[in-house]
């Protein structure tokens, strides 16, 4: 990713948004038929995850998809440049908020749907807690220093994941909520293979670990694009999570994903190839 990119970005960022929306629409639509080879990806997710729909109801979740993926994309364009009340008046927290508050221990499971980031810029813009997340970093160095500022702008921690799980857990019990992602493939050497809408897939058991290690609730919030920009959905608690089994804990983690894609299918990160590591006997299917 180039300079001149980053600065095209930052100007759509001051456009209209439904002018932004119809963009990443129309974006959205030519990525699906000229990326052939994560067109592939999408709709074998799609097939895998939802057996019962028809070709055709799996190819218009494919589109939405990817316009979803592309809108959200060139959101970033003001939710990191943006001024505060821009940006307020477009997030809107909303559910659980008392869950939010105090200082306990709380890790915040945030599937990947394409709203993540808004999600975390609504929580360190609106909630008075420090917030700490983890962060991969970009092979583009362009891309990496733009995506760090742009997390960064509003306040919170950034844990890389080369500093382990200390500063995690202290961060954790010093009142600081973890906003944790652990529903993608990150390979099998530290997974566990659980069902995924009846399919192995290989998940890190990080979520169930870390809250047994800092005694802390485990609290999903879900982040839905819609037209006025996004929802933020903080759900309640978990009850008797985590128990002294990591692999059901796991496996339940991604039972709970489940019922929160149903809802809004077409806004997860189906781009992602989630069952390209397998146990044995089981082929991955790109």
């Known amino acids: ?3 001149w990119i980053l600065r095209v970005m930052e100007w759509l960022g001051r456009l209209p948004l439904p002018w932004l929306r119809a963009l990443g629409a129309g974006l959205g639509v030519a990525l699906f038929l000229l990326v052939g080879s994560r067109r ?22 494919a589109v939405a998809t990817f316009v979803a993926f592309a809108q959200a994309w060139l959101d970033r364009g003001w939710l990191w440049h943006a001024s505060d009340d821009v940006i307020r008046t477009r997030l809107q927290l909303t559910g659980a908020l008392h869950e939010l508050a105090g200082n306990a221990p709380t890790i915040l499971f945030a599937p990947h749907f394409v709203g993540l980031d808004a999600g975390w810029t609504a929580l360190t813009q609106q909630v008075d807690r420090s917030f700490t997340t983890i962060y991969t970093d970009q092979a583009n160095k362009v891309a990496d220093d733009w995506i760090l500022a742009g997390r960064k702008r509003l306040g919170g921690r950034l844990f890389g994941r080369i ?16 906003y944790l992602l652990p529903d993608m493939n990150f ?23 870390f809250a047994r290690l800092s005694r802390a609730k485990v609290v999903p919030i879900v982040c839905k694009l ?16 985590p128990s002294t089994d990591l692999q059901a804990d796991t496996a339940r983690m991604n039972q709970m994903l489940e019922t929160y894609i149903n809802r809004m299918p077409a806004q997860y990160y189906w781009v992602h190839k989630r069952f390209k590591d397998q146990p044995e006997g089981w082929h991955p299917p790109y």
């Open 40 to 61: 592939r990806v999408v709709l074998t997710n799609l097939r895998i995850c939802f057996p019962s729909h028809t070709p055709w109801q799996r190819g218009r979740l």
């Open 187 to 209: 390979g099998p050497e530290e997974s566990v293979y659980v069902p995924f809408y009846g399919r192995p897939a290989a998940t890190v058991p990080s979520l169930s670990r």
């Open 226 to 241: 819609v037209p006025s920009g996004y929802e933020i959905e903080v759900l309640p608690a978990w009850t008797d999570y």
């Open 163 to 178: 500093e382990g799980v200390k500063p995690i857990i202290a961060g954790l019990k010093a009142g600081e909520p973890l």
């Open 1 to 3: 990713m180039s300079r």
